[in-house]
């Protein structure tokens, strides 16, 4: 039964961090879902955060929401209500919602900010709502909402299975190891902090259909997959980068291979990946992965992290370096 009227709960506070993927979640099986044909893995980010602040309230018309102080409008705007409204479904209530988004780091410039927006959104919105949902429950809800931020429900290094079920029952994202199971190094290069022109949605779903390469995905990433899985529980930095940058310039080459084609990288993005290579050829251990925008991810040993910032920052076109590392899964801060 629904609970109408002119009710007031409670405001939630949920903070969650974005996460990197190793092996890449890119080509969906269903759509509306956010299916993946593939299991995807990745690492939470400590230090790139978003902040969500929900509150249900009988005495709104309309959900109000706002990224970085700023009125949601459009397809973005559609998204959030969709998924409020599943909320609402869920919890058998149907209140609007007020929502604040906030995040420390440039939105929608493949720096996955749709995994830590959503991850955090999920567990605000259904803790204010009255739900108590498990990590798994979590992880399925936040999966709906932008299918990356299925793994930032939890901290450290974390695969979402694709599962098989159609109704998607069993593609959530499990802990393959805590954060201290293996402190890494992690590198941020943004070269370009502008909105980027095709969002990664759009993207993996011409890649899917018009990239002659994408069924070589298919084929291989399981390899990919398993290989980055094992190095993470053996602490092997050079057999997870190898496989994890050999992941990410397949990606890159299906969407390259897309007509019309998809190409994310930048002249800056180009010369980290050169810097990168030369950085390796003198024998320090360091491993880039790109997603969907032209930022740069590049792993190390965490006593190597603050020299290799300082190298990748005198590369030409790089605006900003952030430093990270394996962080923690999403939480509430607050709940009145
Ligand atoms: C390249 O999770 O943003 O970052 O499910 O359509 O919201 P939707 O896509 P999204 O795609 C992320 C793609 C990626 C790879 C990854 O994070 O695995």
């Given at each position: 039964m629904v609970r109408h009227g002119q009710f007031e709960m409670n405001e939630v506070v949920a903070t969650a961090n974005a996460n990197v993927a190793l092996a890449k979640y890119w080509g969906k099986r269903d759509q509306a879902l956010n299916l993946p044909y593939t299991g995807s893995l990745s690492i939470t980010l400590a230090g790139l955060t978003t902040t969500a602040r929900v509150s249900f309230s009988g005495r709104l018309s309309a959900d109000q929401i706002t990224l970085n102080g700023q009125e949601a409008v459009a397809i973005e705007a559609q998204r959030f209500r969709a998924f409020l409204s599943l909320v609402r479904r869920t919890a058998q209530i149907d209140a609007k919602a007020e929502v604040a988004i906030s995040g420390n780091f440039p939105v929608a410039a493949g720096l996955a900010s749709s995994a830590s927006t959503f991850a955090a959104l999920a567990l605000a919105a259904s803790h204010a709502a009255g739900l108590s949902l498990s990590t798994r429950e979590l992880s399925l809800l936040a999966r709906r909402g932008s299918g990356s931020a299925a793994r930032s429900i939890d901290g450290g290094y974390v695969e979402w299975l694709a599962g098989e079920a159609a109704d998607g029952s069993d593609s959530f994202a499990v802990q393959v190891?805590?954060?201290?199971?293996w402190p890494l190094g992690v590198v941020v290069a943004i070269t370009d902090e502008s909105r980027k022109r095709l969002g990664s949605r759009e993207a993996m779903a011409r890649a899917a259909k018009h990239s002659p390469f994408f069924p070589a995905w298919l084929q291989s990433h399981d390899a990919d997959l398993d290989e980055i899985r094992q190095g993470i529980r053996d602490r092997d930095l050079t057999r997870v980068g190898q496989a994890a940058e050999h992941n990410c310039l397949k990606m890159h080459a299906v969407c390259m291979a897309a007509r019309p084609s998809i190409l994310y990288w930048t002249p800056a993005t180009v010369a980290v990946i050169q810097r990168v290579i030369e950085l390796r050829h003198a024998g320090i251990d360091v491993y880039f992965t790109i997603d969907a925008g032209p930022q740069l991810k590049l792993l190390c040993l965490p006593q190597q992290r603050g020299a290799l910032a300082e190298e990748i920052g005198r590369v030409p076109g790089v605006r900003k370096v952030l430093l990270s590392a394996p962080g923690c899964g999403a939480q509430v801060v607050e709940a009145a």
């Open positions: 190891a805590p954060a201290d199971h």
